[in-house]
Nanobody
Framework: QVQLVESGGGLVQVGGSLRLSCTSSGSFSSINVMGWYRQGPGKQREWVAQITSDNRATYAHSIAGRFTISRDNSKNTVFLEMNSLKPEDTAVYYC??????????WGQGTQVTVSS
């Protein structure tokens, strides 16, 4: 069974930084895409960024230039470095693993709160 565990969320002031981590365990294909999504208060879940197993990264326009996604395949871990945080970045951040374009797994989420 594949499990994803996020960590690194917390409370930060406007303009601050946080680094989220998501570690996957279990058996899954090495050909996969790992991504970050978020769901703010009263909002639908939205895509933030993703990175392929060969390190091709793409970003949502709303966070481009402020967030950086990376991964360590040896540790089955994906990171999201978040800088210049804004109040509108407040959300629960979820990690997603898409295996070979077919199977999808989600983490339980980690809360990020940006205070003004």
């Amino acid at each position: 069974q594949v499990q994803l565990v996020e960590s690194g969320g917390g409370l930060v002031q406007v303009g601050g930084s946080l680094r989220l981590s998501c570690t996957s365990s279990g058996s899954f294909s090495s050909i996969n895409v790992m991504g970050w999504y978020r769901q703010g208060p009263g909002k639908q879940r939205e895509w933030v960024a993703q990175i392929t197993s060969d390190n091709r990264a793409t970003y949502a326009h709303s966070i481009a230039g402020r967030f950086t996604i990376s991964r360590d395949n040896s540790k089955n871990t994906v990171f999201l470095e978040m800088n210049s945080l804004k109040p509108e970045d407040t959300a629960v951040y979820y990690c997603k693993l898409t295996e070979a374009g077919v199977h999808v797994y989600w983490g339980q989420g980690t809360q990020v709160t940006v205070s003004s």
